[in-house]
C-alpha cells in the first residue's frame, strides 16, 4: 500500500510530496520528493515495537538548511571526485568544487536538493529527474530513476538507473543514515557490524583514495566477522584519525560474496539489517562530522549518531584506471539495485 500526501513547500513554492510505503507487516517506509529522500523505516523490536531507524528531519525546511545529506539520493557521482576533474577519452572536464574548494562531492549535491516528479506503479514509487545538459560541468544531459520497492519479506530495495547523452563517469547511491536502536539512541557504537570486505582503499588528508588496494587484516577496518562498530574507533590508526574518529571510508566487496555483504544488528532492539548489492564497493561512514544537529523530535545528532552503507562505484573512480570502471558510453544505461531487508534476532 502507496499512500501520498503534502510534505511541504520550498521558497520558491515548488511543493514537496510524502509517500508511505507500508506492507502486510505493518513495516512502512516514507519517501520525499525533494532529493528522493527516504524519510524513515519504522521496523520492530524483539517485542513487537515499532521504531523509526532512520536519523534525519521532521520537516521539508530542516532538509533543505541542515542535511548532510540524510536519507538523500546522491548523483551524479557519489562521493568524491579529486581537484574536481577528470577525462573521459580526450575530453577533460573541470566540474564544480563544493568540498573545501578542492573537490566535488556527491555531484555537488544536484541530485540530493532536486524536487523529483514521482509516481505510483503497482507496489513501487517511482522518481525521475533529468540532470540540464552540462549541469555542473558534467558531461551531457543526464536522466535519472530511482525506484523504492518495499515487500511482505521486510526487504526496502532501491533500484536505480541513469543514462546520458555523452560519455560520462555515472555512481548513484542513497546516503541513509541508520541506528537500528531508533533515531532517538545517541549513538551506534554498540551496534554491530559485518562487511564481506577484505580490503579497503585507504585515503589522504582530502579524503581522496591513494590509489591503494588494502587488506583488512589486523586492522581497525576487518569487519569480516560481526563486531561492534566502536570497538576499534578509537585506536590509533592513521586512517581512522584522518575520518575525524571514525570511519568514512570505501570498502572493496569481495566478488564471490553470495547474497548478503553486509549485516548489522543492535543487541538492545534485537533489529538486524541484511544489505545486498551489485556495486563493487561501500562506502562505510559513521557520522564523523555530526554535531549538534537539531533532528526528528528534537533528537539532536551528535558524532556517530548513525552509521551509513552506501553503496557505489570506488571515491575517484574516474581518475583510477585500477579502480573498477564507472565510465558509461552515451545512450549506455547505468543500472543498479540495492536492498535493505529487516528482520529481529
Not at 510534505?7 to 507500508?22: A, H, M, N, Q
Not at 553486509?262 to 562530522?289: C, H, I, W
Request: aromatic letters at 10%; proline letters at 5%; charged letters at 25%.
Amino acid at each position: 500500500m502507496i499512500s501520498k500526501k503534502l510534505f511541504g513547500t520550498l521558497p520558491d513554492k515548488r511543493e514537496v510530496d510524502i509517500y508511505e510505503l507500508k506492507n502486510s507487516n505493518g513495516v512502512s517506509a516514507s519517501v520525499i520528493t525533494y532529493g528522493a529522500t527516504w524519510q524513515s523505516l519504522f521496523a520492530p523490536d524483539r517485542d513487537g515495537n515499532f521504531e523509526d531507524v532512520l536519523i534525519g528531519f521532521d520537516d521539508l525546511e530542516d532538509h533543505v538548511e541542515r542535511s548532510d545529506y540524510q536519507g538523500q539520493i546522491v548523483g551524479r557521482y557519489a562521493n568524491r571526485i579529486c581537484g574536481g576533474r577528470f577525462r573521459v577519452g580526450d575530453k577533460e572536464f573541470d566540474v564544480i568544487k563544493n568540498e573545501n574548494g578542492k573537490t566535488c562531492l556527491h555531484g555537488g549535491g544536484e541530485f540530493s536538493h532536486a524536487v523529483w516528479a514521482a509516481r505510483v506503479e503497482g507496489e513501487s514509487l517511482v522518481l525521475e529527474y533529468t540532470s540540464p545538459e552540462g549541469s555542473n560541468g558534467f558531461p551531457g544531459e543526464m536522466s535519472a530513476r530511482v525506484t523504492y520497492t518495499l515487500d511482505d519479506s521486510n526487504e526496502l530495495s532501491i533500484s536505480y538507473e541513469a543514462v546520458c547523452t555523452e560519455d560520462t563517469p555515472i555512481n548513484m547511491t542513497n546516503h541513509a543514515y541508520f541506528n537500528l536502536g531508533s533515531y532517538k539512541r545517541p549513538n551506534v557504537l554498540s551496534q554491530e557490524l559485518r562487511l564481506s570486505c577484505s580490503h579497503y582503499t585507504p585515503m589522504d588528508a582530502d579524503s581522496i583514495p591513494t590509489g591503494e588496494i588494502r587488506d583488512v587484516t589486523e586492522t581497525a577496518f576487518d569487519f569480516r566477522q560481526m563486531k561492534a562498530i566502536g570497538r576499534d574507533i578509537n585506536c590509533a590508526d592513521t586512517q581512522i584519525e584522518l575520518a575525524n574518529g571514525g570511519y568514512d571510508h570505501n570498502f572493496c566487496i569481495d566478488s564471490d560474496t553470495q547474497g548478503a555483504f553486509a549485516t548489522a544488528y543492535d543487541p538492545e532492539s534485537g533489529r538486524v539489517m541484511e544489505v545486498t548489492t551489485d556495486m563493487p564497493g561501500v562506502q562505510l561512514y559513521t557520522g564523523n562530522f555530526l554535531n549538534n544537529i537539531p533532528g526528528k523530535g528534537g533528537t539532536l545528532m551528535n558524532k556517530h549518531a548513525g552509521f551509513c552503507l552506501e553503496t557505489q562505484f570506488y571515491p575517484d573512480s574516474p581518475n583510477r584506471p585500477n579502480f573498477p570502471p564507472c565510465i558509461f558510453k552515451a545512450g549506455e544505461t547505468f543500472r543498479s539495485r540495492t536492498s535493505f531487508k529487516f528482520s529481529v534476532k
